[in-house]
């Protein structure tokens, strides 16, 4: 569907997901996802990841909201959704006596126009185990199996459910080099994952889910750039913290003296950083240990989950639902 030009492969708008019992896992979210983007959704365990991607991919309905992939709904529209979208499960359980290949042709059996399984499989690297039978493959290589398969039809959308996981360094590595180059090809491509590297060095953009509500968005930049940088030194023999500029006239929103390590938090990196390093220029002094360095996708996330709990904390005691809704 075009919108301003773009075209929102994967459009989500106020989605609830909530289980039998009544417990609501996903609370109203909104975001869409572009054609040949790679878009991720982080999240602590139980954030609603699975839970979202599963009304995507059409095993589920919404309780409320409204979604579409490829400008259908995926759910009652599937014969038309499903062939053009690969689907790689958090788990995919095979048939465990089936070899690699024979597991390849049956699923082939189910798509339309499958690609010849033995690029598709060499593809994942999986070309030396063909014959082996799945019970036998290792948590790792049943991933890229899984992979495979979700690869088979030659989709236009491909969702990815925690795709590296039980995946060895190498084999995480190989699976994000497959991503971007299909993404380079124009898949479209949704995960989930834990690992935020795997966030920060594959993903256009991403979300960053919380409770069931996404708490950030935007591209890993933007995500990290909202997060306070720090500047980490020690303080040279003699020297009091009292003895810098007044820290709030350096852009300092945050410090912490640990014996002779001292370290600031700003918003103004440059600013903090210069008029930190001119002090020490004019005292005619050396800052060992001087570290200067941008939020990582890591501190943002880690920020953003303690920053929504306490929210939610507050929130309970007050008897008040705080309202957070950030739309992508
Ligand atoms: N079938 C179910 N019935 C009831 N609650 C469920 C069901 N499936 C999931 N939940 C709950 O919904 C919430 C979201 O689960 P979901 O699997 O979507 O999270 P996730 O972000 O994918 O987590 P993880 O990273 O651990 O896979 C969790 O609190 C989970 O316990």
Known sequence: ??????????EVSGLRRVYGGGFEAVRGITFHVERGEVFALLGTNGAGKTSTVEVLEGLAPPAGGRVRVLGHDPRTERAAVRPRTGVMLQEGGFPSEL???ETARMWAGCV?????LTDVLARVGLAGKTGARVKQLSGGERRRLDLALALLGDPEVLFLDEPTTGLDAEGRRDTWELVRALRDGGTTVLLTTHYLEEAEGLADRLAILHEGRIAAAGTPAEVTAAQPARITFELPDGYVLGDLPPLPGLGVTGHEVDGAVVRLRTRTLQRTATGVLAWAERAGVELRGLDVRSASLEEAFLGIARAASAEAATATATGHETERAVAV
């Open 112 to 116: 339309s126009a499958a690609r010849p």
């Open 99 to 101: 070899t690699v290949t």
């Open 1 to 10: 569907m075009k919108t301003n030009g773009h075209d929102h492969v994967i």
